[in-house]
Each structure stands twice: as structure tokens, then as C-alpha cells.
């Protein structure tokens, strides 16, 4: 039962243009929204969050989109550059389950100079 | 001055064996993680422990067992290894709150044969 989907394995875009990035989750208990952005053979690292009582969260080129009711969550990277291609994990966590981060199974992005 | 640090990166061991694996973090954190990332990438909690309490114990055999000195440090014993234990063991760690970002160690790539 995976509470947390990234339905694209994969993603391509021309550098300098927008990439997006979709989530879809199940549990509406989650009221806590990551991203993270992993290189080969290192860690994932935090790239930006949302709570679930906003609709948006900016930084930067970085802008997540939380839609409650259609339980959907995008990363909106503007404008995309090379250094950006990783894979991106979208990660969920419900207040009362002692900080669990249920992970979705990631998209890989590719910025083609 | 790395954040969250696990040793060894890479461990490659015989079926039968036991080993450990160790994480720091110096980020003045309270809770720490293990989680697993398999052949598919899935990236999957194992335990959580807060203030060297064990909070989360996910579904795992009991040949894994977290151990949490104090709370700096969470280190990850696996006993009698077999070839399904082979992952990607990444260790996390977080202030606990009403947000949950999680910061994540570059991972030990386990191998079993």
C-alpha cells in the first residue's frame, strides 16, 4: 500500500526551462511536505517543505504547490539548469506518527544543456 | 564539518556475518532515523529514536537492532546477515516539532554474499 506516488520514473527538459514535478499521496493525515533531491552514491538532501495549511511554498527557483483536496503536491523548478538533474524524492509526514517521512519512489530529472 | 555522518560508505560481507553501522550528527538534533533504500529505491524508515529512546520500530526483523548511545549517535547492528539485507542504509536525524525536516547521511551501501 504506498501511501505516496511519483507516477513519472522520469522526466527530461531543456535547460533554462520550467520542470515539474508531481506527488500524489492517500493518507489525509499528512500535514507535513518534503522534497528531497539525491545525487549517485550520496544522501538525499532537503530541498524545500510545505505545510499542509499553505497552498505554496517559494525559494528561490524552487516552488512547491500543495492541493489538499486533490490530495497532489508539484515542485515547480524555474529556470532549470544542468546541475539540477538528480532524482527527486517526495516525502510526507502526519504529525502524530513520531515523525515518519513516507517517501515516494522518485523522479529522475535530466536538464539537457 | 559534516552534518550527518555514517561509517563504513561501503561494506561487503558473507552471509552468516554480523556487522555494524555507525552515525553521528552534530546538528544538536534529538531524533534520529535508519532507513533502508532497496533494489527498487524505495526508501523505507526502519527506527526512529528520540533523546535515546526508541520511538519507531517498523516492521524488521530482529536481527536489526538500533543502538543510541546518547543523542548524537545511532548506530544500526545487523545479525546473522543475509543476501535480502543488501540496501542502501541511510541514517537521518531532526529537531522534533511541528515540522519534521529530516537531514540525511551519504548512506552505506551494504552487500551480502
Known amino acids: 500500500d504506498q501511501q505516496v506516488k511519483q507516477n513519472s520514473p522520469s522526466l527530461s527538459v531543456q535547460e533554462g526551462r520550467i520542470s515539474i514535478l508531481n506527488c500524489d499521496y492517500t493518507n489525509s493525515m499528512f500535514d507535513y511536505f518534503l522534497w528531497y533531491k539525491k545525487y549517485p552514491a550520496e544522501g538525499p538532501t532537503f530541498l524545500i517543505s510545505?505545510?499542509?495549511?499553505?497552498d505554496k511554498n517559494e525559494d528561490g527557483r524552487f516552488t512547491v504547490f500543495l492541493n489538499k483536496s486533490a490530495k497532489h503536491l508539484s515542485l515547480h523548478i524555474v529556470p532549470s539548469q544542468p546541475g539540477d538533474s538528480a532524482v527527486y524524492f517526495c516525502?510526507?509526514?502526519?504529525?502524530?506518527?513520531?515523525?515518519?517521512?513516507?517517501f515516494g519512489q522518485g523522479t529522475e530529472l535530466s536538464v539537457k544543456p | 564539518d559534516t552534518a550527518v555522518s555514517q561509517t563504513p560508505k561501503y561494506l561487503v560481507t558473507q552471509m552468516g556475518n554480523d556487522k555494524s553501522i555507525k552515525c553521528e550528527q552534530n546538528l544538536g538534533h534529538d531524533t534520529m532515523y535508519w532507513y533502508k533504500q532497496d533494489s527498487k529505491k524505495f526508501l523505507k524508515i526502519m527506527f526512529s529514536y528520540n533523546n535515546k529512546e526508541l520511538i519507531i520500530n517498523e516492521t524488521v526483523p530482529n536481527r536489526f537492532s538500533p543502538k543510541s548511545p546518547d543523542k548524537a549517535h545511532l548506530n544500526l547492528h545487523i545479525n546473522s546477515l543475509e543476501l535480502g539485507d543488501s540496501a542502501v542504509y541511510f541514517c537521518a536525524s531532526s529537531q522534533a516539532g511541528v515540522t519534521n525536516t529530516q537531514y540525511f547521511g551519504p548512506g552505506t551501501r551494504l552487500t551480502v554474499l
Open positions: 510545505i505545510s499542509s495549511i499553505k
Open positions: 516525502a510526507a509526514s502526519a504529525y502524530n506518527q513520531g515523525g515518519k517521512l513516507i
